[in-house]
């Protein structure tokens, strides 16, 4: 597998925590974030890992703010993205079987109440199960430029 990672200042140490569990899960990533604290504007990195995304031979991408609601509304309104935000594992894997989801959020700042590796194992460990869920998704996507 292979992901996109991308993160604003508020999401630094949860980037660092994310992408050392994916490698420990034998995933591929390529980092767009910053490794500063220094205020930046989470719009933009939303941008950068949707648009390396759509090169193609990505599986999913992870987008962090502080609280990854700015970011996963940026993402959102790419064209074909569907960024989730799960609070917890079962979210988390729902996102994945029903919505499937192409990006999942996070928020560095925010106290989940399980850890967030476990979040997105989850999401990681899911299937999508396409049948009435991809008749949703598609009216859905249809929803886009309304």
Do not use: W
């Amino acid at each position: 597998m292979k992901c996109v990672l991308a993160n604003d200042h508020g999401g630094v140490e949860l980037a660092a925590e994310l992408k050392k569990h994916l490698a420990e899960r034998g995933i591929e990533v390529v980092y767009l974030g910053t490794d500063s604290t220094e205020s930046v504007d989470y719009p933009d990195y939303a941008e950068k890992a949707v648009n390396e995304y759509r090169k193609g031979s990505y599986d999913f991408g992870i987008l962090i703010c502080g609280t990854g609601i700015g970011i996963s509304i940026s993402a959102n309104k790419m064209k074909g993205i569907r960024c989730a935000l799960p609070q917890n594992s079962y979210a988390s894997e729902m996102t994945k079987r029903h919505n499937n989801a192409n990006f999942i959020a996070f928020g560095g700042r925010i106290e989940y109440s399980e850890p967030v590796t476990a979040i997105l194992d989850a999401y990681l460990d899911a299937t999508f199960e396409g049948d009435r869920h991809q008749r949703r998704i598609d009216k859905m996507m249809a929803l886009e430029g309304k």
